[in-house]
């Protein structure tokens, strides 16, 4: 008897396994949907990632900018102070007068000599 009725379970599992159950079925469109679901997850991850990515590197730049700016403005103001002492210095009659004969100017009624010729030691 065992055999009859174990031979009978095979021939039905057999005829079974060509159509699909509801449960099985129902599994597999859960996997799918589980699948479909990490993906959709995974894309918003990474564009939510990519959105990050270009404001980040603004920040770098604008980070770099700021460094070269600053050491810009520090050589602005280096150049400010020299100047403001050349202005100082040229505002006495005292630099003035180095100034003009620096330049090669004469005062009126001086007679101006071109020395050529001489070592330059």
């Known amino acids: 008897m065992r055999e ?3 031979h009978v379970v095979s021939s039905a599992t057999t ?3 060509g159509t699909r ?3 099985t079925q129902a599994a597999r ?3 799918n949907r589980a699948r479909f679901g990490r993906i959709a997850l995974a894309v918003v991850v990474l564009l939510m990632a990519s959105s990050y990515v270009r ?5 770098v730049n604008a980070r770099s900018a700021a460094g070269e700016q600053a050491q810009r403005l520090d050589a602005l103001r280096a150049t400010e102070a020299r100047l ?3 202005k100082a210095r040229l505002s006495t009659q005292r630099g003035l007068t180095v100034e ?3 330049l090669g100017m004469v005062r009126e009624g001086e007679r ?3 020395v050529r010729g001489l070592p330059k030691n």
């Open 100 to 102: 003009a004969r620096r």
């Open 84 to 86: 403001e002492h050349e």
């Open 55 to 59: 404001p980040a590197v603004d920040w």
């Open 21 to 23: 159950t509801p449960s």
């Open 4 to 6: 009859a009725n174990s």
């Open 29 to 31: 469109v859960a996997a």
């Open 112 to 114: 101006s000599y071109v």
């Open 15 to 17: 005829a079974t396994r």
